[in-house]
């Protein structure tokens, strides 16, 4: 955590390469909806006071791709809420590459309740 900045860095391994040096694009996009969506849930544990994170799900989001993300070493993630209301929260987030940002997201991530499958998963 830095302030409302939930950070993570990751490094890809050759099977994650879309092509020779360059990082696939769906695997930008789940690192991007996952640490989103954890980012959700975390601040929607603040907001309402309690002691552990919600069951959190994606309910939309949009990935930017900027340039191509080069695996040469790890990829560095940013996320932070942009608006929370009620059990559903807006996320905005980049991955940085090289000392680029090479992509960004935009998600609304939901506080599930129980009877859902993603209820207490945990």
């Not at 696939?24 to 907001?47: F, Q, S, V």
């Not at 900027?66 to 695996?71: L, N, Q």
């Not at 790890?74 to 980049?94: F, M, N, S, W, Y």
Request: charged share 15%; aromatic share 6%; net charge negative.
């Amino acid at each position: 955590m830095e302030g409302d900045l939930v950070v993570a860095d990751w490094t890809p391994l050759e099977h994650h390469q879309a092509f020779p040096g360059v990082l696939n694009g769906g695997i930008i996009g789940a690192l991007l909806d996952c640490h989103c969506n954890w980012t959700a849930a975390y601040h929607l544990m603040k907001t309402q006071g309690v002691d552990s994170p919600p069951c959190t799900v994606t309910a939309d989001y949009s990935i930017t791709l900027k340039r191509p993300t080069p695996m040469s070493g790890p990829v560095h993630l940013e996320a932070k809420p942009v608006e929370i209301q009620g059990d559903r929260a807006v996320i905005e987030g980049t991955l940085t590459a090289g000392g680029k940002v090479t992509a960004t997201c935009r998600g609304t991530f939901v506080a599930v309740k129980p009877g859902h499958p993603a209820y207490h998963r945990w």
